[in-house]
């Protein structure tokens, strides 16, 4: 398995730290408004990076942080008036509806920020311990980067262009700003009731003081916790690389004196059209704009389309979206079902295997878990889906396949969807029809109501049941349903 680290700006063998387990960490959303398409087209190369390694054999384990505070949820929630809670809760609920339509494994740990203050109050006064951090004279504590020698290695920054005494607290800045970053911000009128009272220790002394997070101190706190000191694969979209991903290193390796991530995997942006996605050009969009706009798709057929429009190229380069595009996905979609159920109508009285058939599968999956251990390489991965489909094709048109045969081809299916997350399972299965348990039915009934009281702690749990038990759900503007767990 080769992956290319940003670090290094190469491909590397992949060694995880333990045999035992891979610990992925990935950026998730600030939650202020809707996830735009380029937020999702990172989450899912995220998605297929733990597909991958699952498939491969792995134990991945994964966690993922959301930014309930932060410049943006702050300032648009009093502009609501809205407490920072409801508001961000608001916009979570809708991004994690976002990632299951489009077939994302949830994370193992999906965490507010907000639940981790006092493991970032820790951090920051073990940075002031060690002269890493500073308490500035304007109320906030700031990281001093001249103290750490390595900053410059991720972003591959060039050292003689640090400044040194000038500061930044804005959560969010650009690469023209290499400076000392806030790891605490002091409290300004703006921030309203958005505040925390800490007491760190500075110079000996004790102080206390309205104070609320930086947004760089967040995903070290929350990665510390959930994955220990050191993880295997931390992952982000390449916008992420400076000054967010930088400062994620700075901080958690001068805590712990170890390199925090092993490797770092960043997904290039979204173009749309060619061009930025940008609200001022009139080309951004969130996912509610294209369900609008293609309404008269099937959910099942139009998630599965956009989710295909984006690993439709290397994660690394960027990727362009157009509705044209997504219009030629969508027949490329129906393809894929039309194939799969012709397989499953498919009927044959020979009874025997033939071993070139054997051998041409074998093959197919050969060139697909090659094209998966060079780096991702799913344009390569759907390539060989493809050309799968068409000799699959071409034996049932002949009337060669056995019945047999056709199960191994209904298998292959299923080992091409545990990464690519295209493919309808169910059409292979009838399991649409199945009859659902009335026990089953009431976990869904009882999830739905914890998710309207904004209970997301016991919908979670609910929703882990229902999938225990074999069964998964589907949320839509319709509302929600089982299916059988295929996959």
């Not at 969010?172 to 000392?180: C, Q």
Request: proline share 2%; glycine share 4%; with cysteine.
């Amino acid at each position: 398995m080769k992956i290319f680290d940003t670090k290094t700006r190469k491909l590397e063998q992949f060694k995880p730290l333990k045999s035992s387990e891979v610990k992925i960490y990935y950026c998730g959303p600030t939650v202020y408004n809707y996830a735009h398409l380029g937020n999702l087209k990172t989450s899912v190369v995220e998605d297929i990076v733990v597909r991958t390694l699952k498939f491969l054999g792995y134990n991945v384990k994964t966690t993922m942080n959301i930014t309930d505070i932060e410049d943006k949820t702050i300032r648009d929630s009093m502009l609501v008036w809205e407490t920072l809670v409801e508001f961000t809760e608001k916009y979570t609920k809708e991004f994690l509806s976002d990632i299951e339509k489009l077939g994302i494994e949830p994370a193992d740990n999906i965490v507010p920020i907000s639940q981790l203050i006092p493991e970032m109050t820790r951090m920051i006064q073990t940075l002031l311990n060690r002269w890493y951090a500073y308490h500035a004279d304007d109320g906030s504590v700031y990281y001093d980067i001249s103290k750490f020698k390595k900053y410059w290695q991720l972003a591959h920054l060039d050292v003689e262009w640090m400044k040194q005494g000038v500061r930044i607290d804005n959560d969010e800045y650009d690469k023209d700003n290499v400076a000392d970053f806030v790891l605490w911000k002091a409290w300004k009128s703006e921030d309203g009731e958005n505040y925390w009272e800490q007491e760190f220790e500075v110079d000996k002394k004790k102080i206390t003081i309205k104070w609320r997070p930086g947004w760089h101190i967040e995903c070290s706190a929350c990665a510390m916790k959930y994955c220990g000191k050191q993880i295997d694969i931390h992952m982000g979209g390449e916008d992420l690389v400076f000054p967010h991903h930088q400062n994620e290193i700075a901080q958690s390796e001068a805590c712990t004196g170890k390199e925090f991530s092993k490797y770092w995997i960043h997904s290039g942006h979204l173009m749309v059209d060619g061009k930025k996605m940008s609200k001022s050009l009139g080309n951004f969009y969130n996912l509610r704009d294209i369900e609008e706009k293609f309404s008269d798709i099937s959910p099942t057929v139009l998630y599965r389309s956009i989710r295909l429009s984006f690993i439709n190229g290397y994660y690394r380069d960027h990727v362009d979206f157009s509705f044209e595009k997504l219009k030629q996905l969508i027949q490329t979609i129906r393809n894929i079902d039309a194939t799969l159920t012709r397989l499953q109508d498919y009927e044959s009285d020979i009874e025997w295997v033939r071993k070139d058939f054997s051998m041409q599968l074998q093959g197919y999956i050969s060139e697909y878990i090659a094209a998966l251990e060079n780096d991702f390489s799913i344009p390569e991965a759907l390539s060989v889906f493809f050309w799968f489909q068409k000799y699959l094709w071409s034996q049932m048109h002949e009337q060669l396949l056995s019945e047999e045969e056709k199960q191994s081809g209904i298998d292959m299916y299923r080992a091409f969807q545990e990464v690519l997350g295209i493919i309808d399972l169910d059409i292979a299965t009838n399991t649409a029809s199945e009859e659902i348990p009335t026990e089953i039915s009431d976990l869904l009934v009882a999830r739905d109501q914890a998710k309207k009281d904004k209970d997301f702690l016991e919908a979670d749990r609910l929703r882990d049941e229902i999938l225990e038990l074999g069964y998964k759900i589907k949320d839509s503007r319709e509302g929600s349903s089982l299916e059988k767990n295929v996959w």
